[in-house]
């Protein structure tokens, strides 16, 4: 099945519908937890699935909208191709709202689509005024100029508009690259029984097909594709695009976590450095040589000490190039975005990009390899 798909991140603050506008869209109750359903509230990374009008597949990660469960939102936002931001009309813009927004601009989403839910329960001047604040709270993100789509799950108003401004965008997101080796993080593990473990997560590259050898990453432990399945369909192949469901052999399920890699085998190498563009949110405080941060790369959360190789610090909304040394190893690739968070409290620091997956080590401040990051 070589089928080109499309991969929609939902972002937003708690209670303002992201779960229950992604039910309408798909049929699919994304909340798979006894605990979701019985308080109502996303926790876990939900998925679903369906077909645009134009035939092509979209799948949905529905991330978690408390602040509590930041670090699952930060584990579905990476790789997915287009952004559907949730603003509930009776309450606005919240915290949440802001802080995804951030996130997603710092992992440069390439586009997405503004979606204000619940609209049948407010009037129709409250619901002119939630529209200018969310317009003002996206001046000067990639969402500046992004569709904004009035919804009501219950209703199904501006449900069939939704999901043509997503089939319209679907075409003009570039084509995954199916030439590079596959690459997919891992964001879920259990057991099938009579199969053995498996794995699911966005395949951000190449191709997956049931038989490869494959390699699991940082532990780098070998296993072999036994099956897959794409957008609920058992399938011979997995593409770049796909959110897919690897059945392996040759590994427990004990082995496996959140926050690994699964890649063709012997494509990557474990490293526990990283030489980085880094990108700084605006805040009140700089960001100085050696501060511990917590760095989430793929599905993983890692903290790491950052480095700067040209100054002591960088004022807030400044960039620099550093190293970042990791306390657990991970496996990255030139041009991987990323997000740091401050270690304590653990607002947004900022996002980047990796320029190198496996540096020498830093030893001193070098404004000669700055300048060849740079280059």
């Not at 949730?86 to 997603?104: F, N, S």
Request: charged content about 25%; hydrophobic content about 40%.
């Amino acid at each position: 099945m070589m089928d080109s798909s499309f991969l929609i991140g939902t972002a937003g603050h708690v209670d303002h519908g992201k779960t229950t506008l992604v039910q309408a869209l798909t049929g699919i109750n994304t909340d798979r937890l006894e605990e979701e359903r019985r308080r109502g509230m996303s926790i876990e990374l939900g998925f679903a699935e369906f077909r645009l009008p134009s035939g092509r597949s979209a799948g949905i990660v529905d991330v978690p909208g408390h602040e509590r469960f930041l670090k699952n939102m930060l584990a579905g936002a990476t790789g997915v191709d287009f952004a559907l931001l949730v603003v509930a009309a009776d309450e606005g813009v919240m915290p949440q709202t802001r802080e995804h927004l951030a996130i997603l601009q710092s992992l440069r989403i390439p586009a997405g689509v503004v979606a204000i839910t619940k609209c049948d329960t407010v009037e129709p001047e409250w619901l002119t005024a939630v529209s200018a604040e969310v317009r003002q709270a996206l001046a000067g993100t990639f969402l500046a100029d992004a569709p904004l789509i009035e919804t009501d799950a219950v209703s199904g108003r501006g449900l069939e508009e939704l999901v043509r401004i997503l089939d319209e965008t679907s075409a003009r997101v570039p084509v995954p690259d199916l030439n590079r080796p596959a690459f997919l993080s891992i964001d879920r593990v259990f057991v099938r029984p009579g199969f053995g473990p498996v794995v699911t997560g966005s395949l951000r590259s190449g191709v997956l097909r049931v038989g490869d050898a494959v390699t699991v990453y940082p532990d780098e432990l070998p296993a072999r594709v036994r099956g897959l399945q794409t957008f609920g369909e058992t399938e011979s192949t997995a593409c770049a695009g796909m959110r897919a469901a690897v059945n392996l052999s040759g590994v427990s399920v004990d082995e496996l976590h959140r926050g690994q890699v699964l890649a063709s085998a012997g494509s990557l190498q474990s490293t526990d450095r990283l030489n980085v563009f880094v990108e700084l949110a605006e805040g009140d405080r700089p960001l100085k040589h050696r501060t511990r941060a917590r760095l989430h790369i793929g599905t993983a959360e890692i903290l790491v000490r950052i480095l700067l190789w040209e100054s002591a610090e960088v004022a807030p909304g400044g960039s620099a190039y550093a190293q970042l040394r990791l306390e657990t190893p991970t496996a990255s690739r030139r041009g991987d975005r990323f997000v740091l968070r401050w270690y304590s409290p653990q607002n947004l620091m900022g996002g980047g990009e990796v320029l190198e997956a496996n540096p020498k080590p830093f030893r001193s401040r070098d404004a000669e390899l700055a300048e060849r990051l740079r280059a």
